[in-house]
């Protein structure tokens, strides 16, 4: 565990562990602060130990590794099989009657258990390498209660920073000196305030608030677009060991994934279903942080953004999504303050065998056939591969358009990216 979570036992939202106190510092309305005590935070739920290399582990990640396979693929076979190890043994007959196409079928039924070895000799290489699926306790309840949730996660850190209340502080990779400085104080006092500051270790605003939160002495969660062993950008790295020492690295992303374009979306729907808001600092019109803000707003979480002048065009992104309907914000303070009625709810503690959200198993939004872009999309796919620049050809959408549509319907199981980063449809609707 780390030193620093003298927490006392507060009222923070979400499921926890059993056997473990409700997750989160105390918030005081008076003060608008949330408060320590000298108490331990303490758990008597473990994490996945890094020996822990049973048969169902191996099972969990081959599964995962399965091209095509995304998480409303993976939720329906578990619905049907019971576990990923009856999945990949049901046979390709079984397997299709499932509704999830031939081909990932096929491909499902012909996995190689060595899949997993890659996964499985980073677990064993180190301490502080950990692996949470559905299964476990330790699964973060934020994202449990997502749509869709990645059913692996790869953690370098601890863990247990995950089942503590996060902000999410994203914006644009080539921001001001302003918003750098905004990034790096919001970050630094929320941090001190009791909040995990959770972002994608790119570069500009994400490593920012990285470094605030470091600086304060407080957790930052980096969510990566890559592999659990790779950190881009490379010159993030001594970046990247910080966040491991003070708090966690975190990705769906099996090891020896490099960075892909189609991967940073899923990251950012990552970013902003861990949160209980986001929060973004700068962005131009077509910053990738919208994305963030737009996933996490669909996933019901709170969309915060920070004004700026009329002239600056990286606050242009925010005021949109400020005329959309995001909280203008000023200072830490305004943000805790919208936060605060999360914290005075009371929370429920669930059954740590709770299983996955089966009751939404599509991404909330605009996904639906009368939505005339994402039937562009669909009618500009094929079965085969196609590259994202080439459908932004045929439709004429934007890169960020077609990314985040594209994530959207893999979530839901309806395409599926190939090995070489094309995309090709699954299902004829």
């Known amino acids: 565990m780390p030193a620093k979570r003298p927490w006392t036992r507060g009222a923070g939202p979400g499921v926890v562990p059993s056997g473990c106190p409700p997750n989160g510092p105390d918030w005081h309305s008076s003060t608008r602060r949330w408060t320590r005590s000298a108490t331990p935070w303490s758990c008597t739920q473990r994490f996945r130990s890094r020996k822990a290399l049973s048969p169902p582990i191996r099972d969990w990640l081959t599964l995962w590794r ?42 499902i039924a012909q996995a190689d258990p060595r899949l997993a070895d890659p996964d499985l000799a980073w677990l064993e290489a180190a301490d502080d390498h950990h692996l949470l699926t559905w299964a476990d306790p330790g699964y973060p309840p934020q994202l449990r209660e997502a749509a869709a949730p990645p059913p692996v996660l790869f953690v370098v850190g601890d863990p247990e920073w995950l089942l503590v209340p996060q902000l999410a502080i994203v914006g644009s990779r080539s921001p001001t000196p302003a918003g750098l400085t905004s990034a790096t104080e919001f970050a630094r006092e929320l941090a001190a305030a009791g909040l995990t500051i959770t972002s994608g270790l790119a570069l500009g605003i994400d490593a920012a608030a990285h470094r605030g939160a470091l600086e304060a002495g407080g957790a930052t969660v980096a969510v990566t677009a890559t592999g659990p062993d790779r950190v881009y950008p490379a010159r993030h ?51 990738g942080a919208l994305i963030t803000a737009r996933l ?26 400020i005329r959309q309907g995001a909280k203008l914000v000023e200072t830490a303070a305004d943000v805790l303050e919208e936060l605060a009625p999360l914290f005075d709810a009371q929370n429920v503690a669930v059954p740590a065998a709770q299983g996955i959200n089966r009751s939404s198993g599509s991404v909330p939004g605009p996904t639906k056939g009368e939505d005339p872009e994402y039937r562009i999309l669909l009618e500009a796919m094929g079965f085969d591969p196609v590259g994202i620049d080439e459908l932004v050809e045929r439709t004429g959408l934007t890169v960020e358009s077609v990314s985040s549509m594209l994530l959207i319907l893999e979530l839901e199981g309806r395409v599926a990216m190939a090995g070489d980063g094309r995309y090709y449809r699954l299902t004829d609707h």
């Open 296 to 321: 996490a707003a669909e996933q019901g979480r709170e969309v915060f953004a920070i004004p700026g002048s009329i002239h600056n065009p990286m606050a242009r992104g925010c005021h949109r999504l």
């Open 66 to 107: 399965v091209p095509g396979i995304g998480p409303a693929n993976f939720a329906a076979l578990i619905e049907r099989f019971g576990d990923p190890g009856a999945a990949l043994a049901a046979g390709e007959r079984a397997l299709v009657e499932t509704g999830i196409g031939a081909p990932l079928a096929r491909a």
């Open 237 to 287: 790295r001594e970046l990247a060991h910080a966040i491991a020492a003070q708090g966690a690295l975190v990705t769906e992303f099996p090891v020896g994934t490099g960075p892909r374009r189609g991967h940073f979306p899923r990251r950012n729907r990552l970013i902003g279903a861990l949160s209980l808001g986001t929060l973004v600092v700068e962005a131009g019109r077509r910053s």
